[in-house]
């Protein structure tokens, strides 16, 4: 159990466009999600933090405006990256806790994005 | 921003050595997770130890916490070639945030 899936686990596209990102909870409700961006050979940097039905809580220095995130339902979050840049190519990933597993953080495989 | 820091950031041994990466962190927390990375992949987790914990085993993995020193430290025994990654600690906070606060890695490579 506590399967979180990520999609799509990569993309490519041009400067200027939005991207799509997104993280859903396969066997469980996930009442909290998290974001992370993870840039190559560094660690993981928390995002955001976004819980069902409210606004996410960004990280200092995150800008919200550029990097939307919807927690619509306790089993979907998306983020999207608005006129990326190729400054933020980097790989994203998503985790997911809640229910009786609120204790725990369960991670996605993560989703590579390459703006060009 | 980055709560933990982890030594040392590489590390290269023979398979059936052990490895052994520390992590060190700055605040109170109320638990510490450890995490294993794949090149280019998602987070396996591999263990949690909570703040009242000293010592946790899960087969070939050993955590200490010594929250006096706010440190931890993950052994593995007899590596494998199978073993080589990224191995990350993660913090969370006391305060409940949920939120997990990653160091910086070791990177692991166990040779044939």
């Known amino acids: 159990g506590a399967v979180v899936s990520q999609h799509p686990s990569w993309v490519i596209c041009k400067s200027g466009t939005s991207v799509k990102i997104e993280c859903r909870s396969l066997d469980f409700q996930a009442t909290t999600m998290f974001w992370y961006r993870q840039f190559p050979k560094q660690s993981l940097m928390l995002m955001a933090t976004s819980n069902e039905g409210s606004k996410a809580t960004y990280e200092q220095g995150v800008e919200k405006d550029k990097f939307l995130i919807n927690h619509a339902s306790l089993t979907l979050s998306t983020l999207t990256v608005t006129s990326a840049h190729p400054e933020d190519s980097s790989f994203y990933i998503c985790s997911a806790s809640g229910g009786r597993l609120y204790n725990e953080q369960f991670f996605g495989p993560g989703t590579r994005l390459t703006v060009l | 921003s980055q709560q933990g820091e982890e030594d040392p950031q590489a590390l290269s041994i023979q398979e059936g050595e052990n490895a052994t990466m520390n992590c060190s962190y700055k605040?109170?927390?109320?638990?510490l997770q450890w995490y294993r990375q794949n090149s280019g992949r998602g987070l396996v987790h591999l263990i949690l130890?909570?703040?009242?914990?000293r010592e946790k085993h899960s087969g070939r993995l050993r955590v200490t916490l010594d929250t006096s020193k706010k440190s931890s430290s993950l052994l593995i025994t007899a590596s494998r070639a199978a073993d080589t990654a990224s191995y990350f600690c993660a913090t969370d906070l006391t305060g409940n945030t949920g939120k997990l606060i990653f160091g910086q890695g070791t990177t692991l490579q166990v040779k044939p």
């Open positions: 130890i909570r703040s009242n914990e």
């Open positions: 605040t109170s927390i109320n638990n």
